[in-house]
């Protein structure tokens, strides 16, 4: 990130005042505040941004200045007297013009003194957002409804809510040359891995672009190198429960402002498996429903590639087996119509996404009654067809990563034309291939098929049941945690 050029606040207000007002644009922007004030026969100019600052604090903070001219003999110590009596908790002094034109647009108010070659900064910020609530691709049916949003001051508290250690840190740093994003990066100082959070800040540190727009995307693409694999390299969770469980495990969580998703670093493909309803149920429960979620992800891949390599070739299969394939000619073969129906389910999902809630479930009426009924009727799909794309879509939704269901989409997109060009050849060359890009993926330099490839039995029968939690004691050790031990 290029170093940014520093301009000394001088003494002489109006000089100031000329500097900042060309800077952000007092007389242009309607949203960038100004005012002139006159304390203890001082000149003191404020400035803020509407829309980003609590206007009952400043009004607040306002009459405190001028009960200053009521009550204070000595005139000559004006900044002393601002400075300190100012009553909020958050007031810092700032030599730099550039220093405080970013404040300023961040939503903090600027005071400059006359004859002072210093600011006082005040945070007043209330950013404008939501209040949380539980994220719609992480709902448990037991547990916290509070989920982050995308005030990024807001988040760190909904994490500190629950890691209540003074080891705990949240180091903020800036990345854009034009938007200034702010970016967290919290992590447990005696925890997680030294090497780590010093490789994510020199990742961070690196980034020279005007702005990101599309916030921890953007980070994230920069962090990782991602290229055209489409396995995702990082976990998103919206969940303050599942980011806190992270952190105690020695993970390094990555925080966007106007971003409620936190980047969770560094991650398998394991991780991208796993649901925060598995913990909120017994261990027997919980491992029962991870295994039909496995079921799932495996059928969302494998499914369709496979029955249609036992319709083309048949012999595959035991005679017990034999009724499996379609029972009704059709005018268009097997893998035109999986092709067809397949991509037709992605785009329902897509219209789904952009159609207002009200409409969507007609939409879905309409799609699966009318269209796939008709389609069936006319012999354009045989029922065969619409039954096992609509298994494998399960098993896409049941998957809890998003990410992850569209990469294993485009991965049984691949294996179904390989069987269908090849037959058993292709399936199994699609199938290695498959495993063999998962096990050169890499994430930070840490193996994406960990613990399965390099293999670590107690990591992996932990993949496979769900432990119960006293039964935790030691932290994963892929992520290199400085004390192995989360209870003795």
Same mark, same amino acid.
Request: with cysteine; charged share 20%; glycine share 6%.
């Given at each position: 990130?290029?170093?940014?050029?520093?301009?000394?606040?001088?003494?002489?207000?109006?000089?100031?005042?000329?500097?900042?007002?060309?800077?952000?644009?007092?007389?242009?922007?309607?949203?960038?505040?100004?005012?002139?004030?006159?304390?203890?026969?001082?000149?003191?100019?404020?400035?803020?941004?509407?829309?980003?600052?609590?206007?009952?604090?400043?009004?607040?903070?306002?009459?405190?200045?001028?009960?200053?001219?009521?009550?204070?003999?000595?005139?000559?110590?004006?900044?002393?007297?601002?400075?300190?009596?100012?009553?909020?908790?958050?007031?810092?002094?700032?030599?730099?013009?550039?220093?405080?034109?970013?404040?300023?647009?961040?939503?903090?108010?600027?005071?400059?003194?006359?004859?002072?070659?210093?600011?006082?900064?005040?945070?007043?910020?209330?950013?404008?957002?939501?209040?949380?609530?539980?994220?719609?691709?992480?709902?448990?049916?037991?547990?916290?409804?509070?989920?982050?949003?995308?005030?990024?001051?807001?988040?760190?508290?909904?994490?500190?809510?629950?890691?209540?250690?003074?080891?705990?840190?949240?180091?903020?740093?800036?990345?854009?040359?034009?938007?200034?994003?702010?970016?967290?990066?919290?992590?447990?100082?005696?925890?997680?891995?030294?090497?780590?959070?010093?490789?994510?800040?020199?990742?961070?540190?690196?980034?020279?672009?005007?702005?990101?727009?599309?916030?921890?995307?953007?980070?994230?693409?920069?962090?990782?190198?991602?290229?055209?694999?489409?396995?995702?390299?990082?976990?998103?969770?919206?969940?303050?429960?599942?980011?806190?469980?992270?952190?105690?495990?020695?993970?390094?969580?990555?925080?966007?402002?106007?971003?409620?998703?936190?980047?969770?670093?560094?991650?398998?493909?394991?991780?991208?498996?796993?649901?925060?309803?598995?913990?909120?149920?017994?261990?027997?429960?919980?491992?029962?429903?991870?295994?039909?979620?496995?079921?799932?992800? !495996?059928?969302?891949? !494998?499914?369709?590639?496979?029955?249609?390599?036992?319709?083309?070739?048949?012999?595959?299969?035991?005679?017990?087996?034999?009724?499996?394939?379609?029972?009704?000619?059709?005018?268009?073969?097997?893998?035109?119509?999986?092709?067809?129906?397949?991509?037709?389910?992605?785009?329902?999902?897509?219209?789904?996404?952009?159609?207002?809630?009200?409409?969507?479930?007609?939409?879905?009426?309409?799609?699966?009654?009318?269209?796939?009924?008709?389609?069936?009727?006319?012999?354009?799909?045989?029922?065969?067809?619409?039954?096992?794309?609509?298994?494998?879509?399960?098993?896409?939704?049941?998957?809890?990563?998003?990410?992850?269901?569209?990469?294993?989409?485009?991965?049984?997109?691949?294996?179904?034309?390989?069987?269908?060009?090849?037959?058993?050849?292709?399936?199994?060359?699609?199938?290695?291939?498959?495993?063999?890009?998962?096990?050169?993926?890499?994430?930070?330099?840490?193996?994406?098929?960990?613990?399965?490839?390099?293999?670590?039995?107690?990591?992996?029968?932990?993949?496979?049941?769900?432990?119960?939690?006293?039964?935790?004691?030691?932290?994963?050790?892929?992520?290199?945690?400085?004390?192995?031990?989360?209870?003795?």
């Amino acid at each position: 990130m290029a170093s940014e050029k520093k301009t000394p606040i001088v003494m002489k207000l109006e000089q100031n005042r000329n500097i900042i007002n060309k800077k952000v644009g007092t007389d242009e922007s309607f949203d960038v505040g100004f005012r002139t004030l006159v304390i203890l026969d001082h000149e003191v100019n404020l400035y803020y941004v509407n829309g980003l600052c609590e206007t009952p604090i400043i009004v607040n903070l306002l009459r405190q200045l001028f009960q200053l001219n009521e009550g204070t003999l000595d005139k000559k110590s004006v900044f002393k007297h601002i400075y300190n009596d100012l009553a909020h908790q958050q007031v810092e002094v700032e030599t730099s013009i550039e220093k405080c034109v970013t404040q300023i647009l961040s939503g903090l108010i600027v005071l400059f003194v006359e004859g002072h070659a210093e600011a006082i900064i005040v945070d007043v910020r209330a950013y404008p957002g939501r209040t949380p609530e539980e994220p719609d691709t992480e709902k448990v049916v037991r547990g916290s409804r509070d989920g982050y949003t995308e005030n990024i001051i807001e988040n760190t508290a909904l994490t500190r809510r629950r890691i209540r250690d003074e080891r705990l840190r949240n180091e903020l740093i800036q990345v854009g040359q034009r938007s200034k994003t702010d970016i967290c990066i919290s992590y447990i100082k005696d925890v997680a891995d030294p090497g780590l959070i010093k490789l994510i800040k020199d990742e961070l540190k690196k980034i020279d672009i005007d702005g990101l727009s599309m916030a921890d995307k953007s980070v994230e693409e920069f962090i990782v190198s991602q290229g055209f694999n489409p396995f995702p390299l990082v976990r998103y969770t919206e969940r303050p429960d599942v980011a806190s469980a992270h952190l105690l495990e020695g993970h390094v969580l990555i925080m966007v402002d106007t971003s409620p998703s936190m980047i969770i670093t560094p991650t398998t493909y394991f991780h991208h498996v796993q649901h925060a309803e598995e913990y909120r149920q017994s261990p027997a429960v919980g491992t029962f429903v991870r295994w039909v979620r496995f079921f799932g992800l !495996f059928s969302s891949v !494998f499914l369709l590639p496979l029955w249609m390599l036992f319709v083309i070739q048949p012999d595959l299969l035991p005679e017990s087996l034999d009724f499996i394939g379609p029972n009704e000619e059709s005018t268009l073969p097997i893998i035109v119509q999986l092709l067809i129906a397949d991509l037709g389910i992605e785009m329902l999902r897509i219209a789904a996404i952009h159609t207002p809630t009200p409409l969507s479930t007609a939409m879905g009426l309409i799609a699966a009654v009318l269209i796939g009924q008709i389609a069936i009727d006319v012999g354009l799909f045989v029922p065969e067809v619409i039954l096992y794309v609509a298994v494998s879509a399960i098993g896409s939704y049941a998957t809890p990563s998003y990410e992850l269901s569209i990469a294993n989409k485009m991965s049984r997109i691949a294996l179904l034309v390989l069987s269908a060009i090849f037959g058993l050849s292709g399936f199994v060359i699609g199938s290695t291939l498959y495993i063999l890009l998962l096990a050169r993926t890499k994430s930070l330099n840490t193996p994406y098929l960990w613990p399965f490839l390099p293999f670590n039995g107690k990591a992996f029968m932990q993949i496979l049941v769900r432990m119960s939690v006293p039964l935790g004691k030691i932290r994963p050790s892929i992520v290199h945690p400085q004390n192995n031990h989360k209870q003795r």
